[in-house]
């Protein structure tokens, strides 16, 4: 007859740990209590930037665009056309033989030639050479056959008007009005008609008349 068992004895079966309770896991160490995570619907901070700061940092970027500027405008000639040669042009209109031909003569410093062109148009054919004066203004010198009450209008649309006889010790030439702010000085002779526009002052007409004439 086996002995009667204690009944605060453990069984000899039963496997050690079972039915205890145990620590959780995903608690910290020792703690058995779980870590706290992030809420789900927790506000992300607010940026501490301050106004000044922004402000710091836009200039930080427009400095060196400001530096690239400088340098393209005061080196590289930014914003000033580019120059052209007009000899082909003039030689063009003289091998055409359409009418007698005159290239600008004597001008002063600082004339630039920005555009030239000689083609046949209806009634004749145009020599057109564009300049910027020392003074930076547009001035266009046109040579033609094309009949003058052609021309002119044409040139100097419908609001050109001749206005008295200009006094440039050579030739004669007329005043007339033009478009907008420009005026026009013009030449009319048997075999062509030369005429100075642009918006350019009084004094730049009269030298490339006198340069021309």
């Known amino acids: 007859m086996e002995p009667a068992q204690h009944a605060d004895r453990e069984p000899a079966d039963q496997t050690p740990g079972e039915d205890r309770p145990t620590a959780d896991r995903s608690g910290g160490p020792g703690t058995g209590q779980p870590l706290p995570g992030p809420s789900a619907g927790a506000a992300k901070p607010a940026s501490t930037r301050s106004p000044r700061d922004m402000a710091i940092s836009l200039l930080v970027l427009l400095v060196p665009i400001a530096l690239l500027l400088a340098f393209y405008r005061g080196f590289l000639g930014g ?8 000899a082909p042009a003039f030689e063009q209109a003289r091998a055409a033989a359409e009418f007698p031909v005159s290239e600008p003569a004597g001008l002063g410093d600082g004339w630039r030639t920005v555009r030239a062109s000689y083609r046949a148009v209806e009634g004749g054919a145009t020599l057109r050479v564009g300049y910027v004066t020392p003074e930076g203004r547009g001035l266009q010198l046109v040579q033609s056959n094309v009949p003058p009450e052609q021309l002119l209008p044409t040139e ?17 030439w007329q005043r007339y009005t033009a478009r907008g702010n420009e005026q026009a000085l013009v030449l009319l002779q048997p075999e062509r008609t030369v005429i100075v526009i642009g918006d350019a002052r009084d004094n730049e007409l009269r030298e490339m008349a006198r340069a021309v004439g």
């Open 79 to 86: 914003d000033q056309p580019t120059s052209v040669d007009p």
């Open 156 to 172: 100097l649309t419908e609001r050109g008007q001749p206005q008295g006889q200009a006094d440039l010790g050579g030739g004669t």
